[in-house]
């Protein structure tokens, strides 16, 4: 990841740097130029004066074929391997050239719009997803832990999933999480860690998550890379943003750089509660915000 010297710009307003084209129940995966318009209109409307789209690298053909069944590597129980490749060939069906392409074209036509990609965690194959990355012009890099192993814990409408999370203590999982993000940060595949404190989604947080935070600061800082102050949390059964805002003090103690996002998947989560994350941000001492261009960062006063 290339990245320029932080520049400091007049005041702007905040980023939805978190956007996907297709809901998350959708197999078909449509490529309309007048969706990121729309985006980008109910965006500016919330607040926002530049969107992101961050589309799943596994819905790409092109990167499932490549990583293969990364889920049997883990061993996971009959059940949990045949609900994640029932879950994958019902996602993966988009073009990535295509979808390029489109986002592409919107920049061409003037819309605030960059093209971005949001991966997960793939143990011993982040270099497969590096050299497919490269043969594309993207400009900025979303990274996010959506499973363990084979476990889909954020998927809180699944009943198997759900049932997972009795199969252990909490703390468990909780370390699972984090050693996950621990890996995916050093790599340094992507520029952002998104929705840092994921693992919380379904609202089981340990006694003390105190040890859990820390860990996570520490991979963030170790890494260099940006953190996402996202708004989807709110729409969760957790009810709180990422992350939360013990979370988010040691991040900004740490000097961590952050973008903003809503994480939609639909059009009317598009923009969603930016303002509130605005104030949010500005509470916590947060001054400034990273947009990037062709993976390069830069910091924006907010």
Request: hydrophobic share 45%.
């Amino acid at each position: 990841m290339n990245r320029c010297p932080r520049i400091k710009t007049s005041e702007v307003s905040v980023l939805d740097y978190h956007l996907h084209l297709w809901s998350h129940d959708a197999s078909e995966t449509p490529l309309e130029l007048e969706q990121v318009a729309r985006y980008c209109k109910q965006a500016m409307a919330e607040g926002a004066h530049e969107i992101a789209i961050t589309e799943h690298l596994f819905r790409f053909r092109r990167a499932v074929d490549a990583l293969g069944s990364f889920w049997e590597r883990s061993g996971p129980s009959a059940e949990m391997a045949a609900s994640m490749a029932s879950y994958v060939e019902h996602h993966a069906h988009a073009d990535l050239d295509g979808y390029v392409e489109l986002v592409q074209e919107a920049k061409r036509q003037g819309l605030p719009v960059k093209l971005g990609i949001e991966l997960d965690y793939y143990p011993d194959q982040m270099g497969l997803v590096e050299g497919l990355l490269a043969d594309y012009p993207f400009d900025v890099v979303l990274g996010s832990v959506h499973w363990v192993d084979a476990w889909r814990f954020d998927h809180v409408d699944d009943e198997l999933q759900m049932a997972h999370w009795g199969q252990g203590p909490v703390e468990a999982w909780w370390d699972a999480y984090c050693s996950a993000l621990d890996e995916l940060a050093a790599t340094k595949t992507c520029d952002v860690l998104a929705h840092l404190d994921l693992i919380k989604v379904a609202g089981r947080v340990p006694s003390d998550p105190a040890p859990f935070w820390d860990r996570l600061v520490a991979s963030v800082v170790t890494s260099g890379l940006a953190v996402e102050l996202s708004s989807a949390g709110w729409r969760k059964p957790i009810g709180e943003q990422y992350p939360a805002a013990p979370l988010l003090e040691r991040l900004v103690h740490g000097g961590v750089t952050f973008t903003t996002a809503s994480d939609a998947h639909h059009e009317a989560d598009v923009g969603a509660r930016l303002r509130d994350l605005e104030a949010l941000a500005r509470g916590v001492g947060i001054e400034s915000l990273a947009s990037f261009e062709e993976r390069r960062l830069i910091e924006d006063a907010l």
